[in-house]
């Protein structure tokens, strides 16, 4: 058992060029969840899904966007990463009717 | 606005300690509160929920309260080992936000020998 594994644990990325952060979770959750963590700001949620199919904005959503084609994978995309998009970023997921939160171990992302 | 402070922000105590993490919430509507542990390069671990009903939950060494009338909640950890440090975030969920949790920057704790 797993848990919540995020691809890859780091990237260097140049201004401009885009990516995909994978989650996996194989607890069979409904709800997904990407944050962005940085120095002195606390956790920030970016988008979250609440199922298989469906989506949602956070707080910071805007330069990124997300798909759950299938209800164990939640894709973070940057289009055209800036230097701002330079984080550390968590997914992390839980039951329907739960409310503890479980994290992946990050990925390490610079954009430069 | 809804916010979420802990101080202080880093701390160090001998090995044997009890201690005592703060943090303080902007708006008493809240559906729980989360206290997590975060280690080095690594994701967060959650350590205790609290619902807005309850005033405390233990777990080992750990005891976390609420008081939402204050805006306060505090994880006390008993005789402190060199293996509880880490940095240690309190979550809020409150009433209305759906899945948003709002994280405060957390509390980094040294134990020393």
């Known amino acids: 058992n797993a848990g919540v594994t995020q691809t890859p644990k780091f990237r260097v990325l140049k201004t401009g060029q885009s990516m995909t952060l994978l989650c996996a979770q194989d607890?069979?959750?409904?709800?997904m969840y990407w944050y962005r963590q940085d120095p002195g700001m606390g956790l920030r949620l970016i988008h979250y899904?609440?199922?298989?199919?469906?989506?949602a904005k956070g707080e910071v959503p805007d330069g990124y966007n997300v798909s759950r084609l299938k209800k164990q994978n939640f894709l973070l995309g940057l289009e055209s990463a800036a230097p701002s998009q330079t984080s550390v970023y968590f997914c992390?997921?839980?039951?329907?009717?739960?409310?503890?939160?479980?994290f992946g171990s990050g990925t390490q992302l610079s954009v430069l | 606005k809804q916010e979420v402070t802990q101080i202080p922000a880093a701390l160090s105590v001998p090995e044997g300690e009890n201690l005592v993490l703060n943090c303080s919430f902007t708006?008493?509507?809240?559906?729980?509160l989360q206290w997590f542990r975060q280690d080095p390069g690594k994701g967060l671990t959650s350590l205790l929920l609290?619902?807005?009903?309850?005033r405390e939950q233990t777990s080992g060494r750990l005891n976390a309260s609420l008081d939402k009338s204050s805006g306060r909640s505090t994880l006390y950890i008993a005789a402190s080992q060199p293996g509880d440090s880490a940095t240690y975030l309190c979550a809020v969920r409150y009433t209305g936000t759906a899945s948003k949790l709002t994280f405060g920057t957390g509390t980094r704790l040294q134990v020393t020998l």
């Open positions: 899904s609440v199922g298989e199919g469906t989506t």
């Open positions: 992390a997921s839980r039951t329907w009717t739960g409310e503890k939160l479980f």
């Open positions: 607890m069979n959750h409904e709800y």
């Open positions: 708006d008493s509507a809240i559906y729980n």
């Open positions: 609290i619902q807005s009903s309850q």
